[in-house]
């Protein structure tokens, strides 16, 4: 059975179907979040700073492990080490973990609490590839009473 188009046509359900189809695939091919493959290798990052700002640079590799892409201590460190303003501790600590898994979509997550003297550092660190070798996000640190949020932005090194 066909269906009366817009000016007067008949548009069948195969028809309809079809470009529903072509549309849906076209979009998840195109869409939000469709990024090229994060390249393996080591990384630098720093916080957005005003000029003369002082900060902490980041240092962390992305390797596959299993199968899957990772971030991980760069060699000859020992951990990973992010991007850092030192407004609320000026330790310049690394992450605890030995390794932050990065999403298919480019993005990886960790929330951690480091025990210090006085208290805990709690990060909340956020990155997304925006290309194969560049990746930004924000970052979140507090310790005792003190809150601060920067963005950051990073590049493959090497």
């Given at each position: 059975m066909?269906t009366?188009?817009?000016?007067g046509?008949?548009?069948?359900?195969?028809?309809?179907?079809a470009?529903?189809?072509?549309?849906?695939?076209?979009a998840?091919?195109?869409?939000a979040?469709?990024?090229?493959p994060?390249a393996i290798?080591d990384?630098?990052?720093a916080?957005?700073?005003?000029?003369g700002?002082?900060y902490?640079?980041?240092?962390?590799s992305v390797?596959?492990?299993?199968?899957?892409?990772?971030v991980?201590?760069?060699e000859?460190?020992?951990?990973?080490?992010?991007?850092?303003?030192?407004?609320?501790?000026?330790?310049?600590?690394p992450?605890?973990a030995s390794?932050?898994?990065i999403?298919?979509?480019?993005?990886?997550?960790i929330e951690?609490?480091?025990p210090?003297?006085?208290?805990?550092?709690?990060?909340d660190?956020?990155?997304r590839?925006?290309?194969?070798?560049?990746?930004?996000?924000?970052?979140?640190?507090?310790l005792?009473?003190?809150?601060s949020?920067v963005?950051?932005t990073?590049?493959?090194?090497g």
């Amino acid at each position: 059975m066909a269906t009366e188009g817009h000016r007067g046509g008949a548009v069948g359900g195969a028809g309809i179907v079809a470009v529903v189809v072509l549309a849906l695939a076209t979009a998840s091919a195109h869409g939000a979040g469709a990024t090229a493959p994060v390249a393996i290798g080591d990384y630098e990052a720093a916080p957005v700073v005003d000029e003369g700002g002082t900060y902490s640079t980041g240092l962390f590799s992305v390797a596959r492990e299993a199968g899957k892409r990772t971030v991980v201590p760069t060699e000859g460190f020992d951990a990973i080490f992010y991007p850092d303003i030192g407004k609320c501790d000026q330790l310049a600590l690394p992450l605890l973990a030995s390794g932050v898994p990065i999403k298919r979509s480019g993005r990886f997550h960790i929330e951690e609490r480091t025990p210090v003297e006085a208290g805990a550092v709690a990060v909340d660190w956020k990155g997304r590839w925006t290309k194969a070798k560049r990746v930004s996000g924000t970052i979140t640190i507090k310790l005792a009473g003190c809150s601060s949020t920067v963005s950051w932005t990073g590049r493959k090194v090497g």
